[in-house]
């Protein structure tokens, strides 16, 4: 089995506890966190490998664990709630941190890094593609003006400017929300890996073997569903 969206360890353990003797789980992750949490929980685990990367790279986990199929894939979409209570990972608008919002902090650049150099139209268009935001083009004006005064590097300052330049939002939703969505998204370039990574999933079940998708937001949603019904139709 594989739990390619590891986090710390939930999906993991319950997997475990169902495994004999002869089972084989393979997790990735490509947070640091979770790689420490892999070695301090399951590491004596002799049926537990773990894989430091992202889920587009579960071919290289499967080859290096010599295995020839699996019977089951787990994706658990998006950001997990330790990262969200982690004020120095910057997901969180409701407390205050460095504008990080990468899940490998060890490559790539910042949320911070790239407010401070996008073009107000990129701002906008990632508000809007991937926040569904839409006083996107508001925001977009707002944060760039306001990086004029200062550089945007907390999260609640980012919030801040988001609830300002937020006419109306949902009642009991923060204003922030759908922005620090499209954000996080864009620095980690969800959307564009999960086809990939479901297509290769899929490549890798052997016959009989089960796909199982777990997803928070429409956007997530729409590309699994539209997946799973092109493999589920009948070829005419």
Known sequence: YLDATFG????????LE??????????IDRDGAAAECAARDFGTDARFQFYRGSFIEMEQCVALANLDGLHGVLLDLGVSSPQLDDP?????????????????????CTAAQWLATAREEEIADVL???????????????????????????TQQLAGILAAANPRWEQGK???????????????????????????????LRKGGRLVVISFHSLEDRLVKHFMKTKTEPVR
Do not use: C, Y
């Open 8 to 15: 710390r360890g939930g999906h993991s353990r319950a997997i």
């Open 18 to 27: 169902k495994l004999n003797e002869q089972g084989v789980l393979l997790a």
């Open 88 to 108: 120095s990972r910057g997901f969180s608008f409701q407390l205050d941190g460095p504008l990080d919002m990468r899940m490998d902090q060890s490559v790539g």
């Open 128 to 154: 809007w593609r991937f926040g569904e935001e839409k006083f996107s083009r508001r925001m977009a004006k707002a944060l760039v003006a306001a990086r004029a005064q200062a550089p945007i590097t907390r």
């Open 174 to 204: 923060h204003p922030a929300t759908r922005a620090f969505q499209a954000i996080r998204i864009h620095v980690n370039k969800e959307l564009e890996q999960i086809p990939q990574a479901l297509e290769m999933a899929f490549g890798l």
